[in-house]
């Protein structure tokens, strides 16, 4: 079966075209959201999913296209080539690095939320 790729500027001119016609949920339905679809039909005398397809529309617009394609094209999405494996020297001083910083959280010299960014950093060297 060949998947088609969802466009996201004509999700986001279906969006805000929801925004503003007396029907909105066009968009879930190109997104192949079609409960959501349906629920925005049913809703459609309300101003509800006007207001739900209008900042749908600006997040669409906000979001990078690759972004847009993880969320929205997954099957799409460009498989990433297996990376080699990492070498145990990075592995072990990467270790050390998280030991210390969690000294330094635990002395009070950085704050959690430092401390969970600083690790995330660490461990995205691994991953």
Excluded: C
Excluded at 45 to 69: K, M
Excluded at 78 to 90: G, H, L, S, Y
């Amino acid at each position: 079966m060949i998947v088609k790729a969802k466009n996201r500027k004509l999700a986001i001119i279906l969006a805000f075209a929801g925004a503003v016609a007396p029907v909105s949920g066009l968009h879930k339905f190109y997104l192949g959201q079609y409960g959501w679809g349906i629920l925005y039909l049913l809703l459609s005398w309300t101003p509800i999913p006007r207001v739900a397809s209008a900042i749908e529309g600006v997040w669409y617009l906000s979001q990078h296209p690759d972004e847009f394609d993880l969320t929205m094209n997954p099957n799409l999405a460009p498989q990433t080539p297996a990376e080699p494996p990492v070498d145990p020297k990075q592995v072990g001083a990467i270790a050390d690095s998280l030991r210390h910083l969690d000294q330094l959280r635990q002395d009070g010299l950085i704050s959690d939320y430092e401390f969970e960014q600083k690790r995330r950093q660490l461990l995205d060297r691994i991953a």
